[in-house]
């Protein structure tokens, strides 16, 4: 568990860092962008070891329709991730689609994954990325939405999420985890 521990700590720390410590990163200059990119990397290995060597209590687990209200999230997650939010004409007004479809993948994966270490892994990232959209909120009160794109763009991106879905059905249940009940 120390090891899924660590992982979220410093996914955390290295998202943080360019906003908890701005001069620190900036002296970096781009040799800091490869720094916080292998920081982050090795954060999602030991995130992915830490979480498959762990052991924990069981509080609850899948249910056929947790499932489906899970695999419905992740489409909503997969799209606000793309590039669909910001370049369509539904939520180009969003501030933090990113952020937002993370938060939403995190809770899909407590709804189906009721333990000690989906709490610390999928309980701490949505944590973080709630975290992180408020620090970007102070750090940066002005923001502009870009312009509004067409929803064609929202159609292509949603078709997109769905298709993405699949594959990440698929390479699921190859590892072991059953994606679609």
Do not use: Q
Request: a positive charge; hydrophobic letters at 55%; charged letters at 15%.
């Amino acid at each position: 568990m120390l090891l899924l521990s660590l992982g979220v700590a410093l996914w955390c720390a290295a998202h943080f860092f360019k906003r908890l410590a701005p001069e620190a990163r900036a002296n970096m200059g781009d040799k800091g962008k490869g720094l916080v990119a292998l920081a982050i990397g090795v954060s999602i290995l030991m995130m992915i070891f830490g979480y498959r060597m762990a052991d924990g209590t069981f509080f609850w687990g899948r249910h056929p329709a947790t499932v489906g209200i899970n695999n419905l999230i992740m489409i909503a997650a997969l799209y606000l991730t793309s590039p669909g939010p910001s370049k369509g004409a539904l939520f180009y007004k969003m501030r933090h689609p990113m952020l937002t479809g993370f938060l939403l993948w995190a809770l899909a994966h407590l709804l189906v994954n009721g333990d000690t270490p989906s709490f610390i892994l999928f309980g701490g990232l949505a944590l973080w990325a709630v975290v992180e959209m408020n620090v970007i909120n102070r750090a940066e009160p002005d923001w502009t939405p870009p312009e509004k794109g067409s929803i064609r763009k929202d159609a292509i991106f949603l078709v997109a999420s769905v298709v993405l879905l699949g594959v990440i059905g698929m390479v699921h249940t190859w590892l072991g985890y059953p994606t679609f009940g």
